[in-house]
C-alpha cells in the first residue's frame, strides 16, 4: 500500500490549508484513516482519524479548527485546516489501517508564520 500526502506549505496565522492523502496497491477496505502530525522537538500526535463509515476523531488540539473527510470510492482522506496557528507548524503523516496493518506516507510539511 501506498499513502501519497500533498497540500502542505507555508500559510499565516488565521489561514487554512487543506491536506490530501491518496491511497492505492490495496484493494481491502480502509477500515481508518487519519492524520498525525510531529512538530521539531515533539513527539508524534493524534491530529484526527475518520473511519469508513464516517466516525471522526479529533485531537484536543484542533478541536473545532480541523475537518477529516474521506473520499472512500477514491481511497482518499482529507484534512482541512483552519484558523492556524503557529503551533500547528509540523510534519503532518497520514495513515492508514487495513486489516490489521498501519500504513503510513511521508510527511508533508505544514509552517504557519506568525
Known amino acids: 500500500v501506498q499513502l501519497q500526502a500533498s497540500g502542505g506549505g507555508l500559510v499565516q496565522t488565521g489561514g487554512s490549508l487543506r491536506l490530501s492523502c491518496a491511497a492505492s496497491?490495496?484493494?481491502?477496505?480502509?477500515?481508518?484513516m487519519g492524520w498525525s502530525r510531529q512538530a521539531p522537538g515533539k513527539q508524534r500526535e493524534l491530529v484526527a482519524h475518520?473511519?469508513?463509515?464516517?466516525?471522526?476523531n479529533y485531537g484536543d488540539s484542533v478541536k473545532g479548527r480541523f475537518i477529516i473527510s474521506r473520499d472512500n470510492a477514491q481511497n482518499t482522506v482529507f484534512l482541512q485546516m483552519n484558523s492556524l496557528k503557529p503551533e500547528d507548524t509540523a510534519e503532518y503523516y497520514c495513515?492508514?489501517?487495513?486489516?490489521?496493518?498501519?500504513?503510513w506516507g511521508q510527511g508533508t510539511l505544514v509552517t504557519v508564520s506568525s
Open positions: 495513515y492508514a489501517l487495513i486489516g490489521q496493518r498501519l500504513a
Open positions: 496497491g490495496s484493494k481491502r477496505s480502509m477500515t481508518v
Open positions: 475518520i473511519t469508513d463509515d464516517g466516525d471522526t
